[in-house]
């Protein structure tokens, strides 16, 4: 019952987590907006329109780092800030996914515009619309939504990660799988954003109009979720013998490398149109498209990795995800969580 009682209040959010949060959203539309980078054109709408998006990730992840950097060696603030907060700040960020989630609801049924970013497609079923988004690509102050959501979210990521780094220096805690389990993720999100324009011509960017399955997956899902591990060994001592540690970075490299690869070719627009003409499995990517599916290869292992994602609500979508499966079990593995 005390342990009930001591979640129940973690979970409440405090004025801390609250402008910690405001201050990261803050941050990330400033630099979103004023920091140079690549200007790349995105998909050609229906209506022959097509968004522009500033690729400047890299540069605005690295300058916050620089900032906070600073900010920690001057004591203005303290390196296990997130650590020490993370119950609130994740019931916080629901919380601000489901008003932000609230206020796209409303504004799309206000809306009467007829291009195809801001079209309102209302079903008239509530939580179909609240789920799947009425609006494909709104914005606010100028800034892309959905683009800047996966930015935020991917950041967040990495900066819980290196909290609860932090935090398990100061413990004393660390150890072999907790340094492999932050390599790779660091590797993963730099080059994520190395590679920033490639998310322009993603199926959610493209296709998804802007719900809660977007919102929360960007917000809550992908920082909270993808490290879990991180947590994990925050409390639990692994042991990795060097064998197993040299067999986790085998599998790590060899999944990552060609499918980032793969995941760039796959995303490319020069590409897409070629890859549509040519059937995969012996199916094409025509009648999997007019079935209202999904197919996505990622390199690796993906004749045997495969993972079937159910969109509840409308419609089967098939991934086949090698690359990103040996990701998280290599993640997996160093902390011998599964």
């Not at 290196?162 to 389990?181: C, E, F, H, R, T």
């Not at 960017?205 to 991180?230: K, T």
Request: hydrophobic share 50%; proline share 3%.
């Amino acid at each position: 019952m005390e342990i009930d009682l001591f979640l129940l209040h973690s979970l409440i959010p405090s004025w801390t987590s609250v402008v910690l949060l405001v201050s990261f959203f803050t941050y990330l539309g400033i630099s979103g907006s004023l920091l140079p980078g690549k200007i790349v054109h995105g998909a050609t709408l229906p209506d022959g329109t097509r968004l522009h998006y500033r690729c400047n990730g890299l540069h605005s992840l690295l300058l916050l780092i620089t900032i906070l950097g600073i900010g920690v060696e001057v004591k203005l603030i303290s390196p296990t800030v997130i650590a020490d907060r993370g119950l609130e700040l994740l019931s916080a960020t629901f919380g601000f996914s489901v008003l932000v989630t609230l206020a796209l609801y409303i504004a799309g049924h206000q809306s009467s515009a007829r291009g195809s970013s801001l079209k309102p497609h209302v079903s008239g079923n509530l939580i179909h619309d609240w789920w799947f988004g009425i609006q494909l690509n709104p914005h606010f102050i100028g800034l892309d939504l959905k683009f800047f959501f996966v930015r935020a979210g991917m950041m967040g990521w990495l900066f819980i990660n290196l909290s609860v780094l932090a935090k398990s220096i100061q413990d004393g805690s660390i150890g072999l799988p907790m340094i492999l389990y932050q390599m790779f993720c660091v590797f993963y999100i730099v080059d994520y954003f190395y590679h920033e324009e490639y998310m322009t011509s993603t199926w959610d960017i493209i296709a998804e109009r802007l719900g809660f399955m977007l919102v929360f997956g960007d917000l809550v899902w992908i920082p909270f979720a993808f490290s879990i591990q991180g947590w994990w060994l925050l409390s639990n001592k692994v042991e990795l013998t060097k064998a197993a540690a040299i067999a986790n970075c085998i599998v790590f490299l060899y999944g990552n490398h060609p499918g980032i690869e793969s995941f760039e070719e796959l995303t490319s627009k020069s590409t897409y149109s070629k890859r549509t003409l040519k059937p995969l499995y012996g199916v094409s990517h025509q009648k999997l498209l007019a079935a209202n599916c999904l197919l996505l290869v990622i390199g690796g292992w993906q004749d045997t990795a495969i993972t079937l994602v159910t969109y509840w609500l409308q419609y089967p979508s098939v991934y086949l995800a090698g690359s990103v499966l040996q990701f998280h079990t290599s993640i997996q593995c160093t902390s011998s969580f599964f």
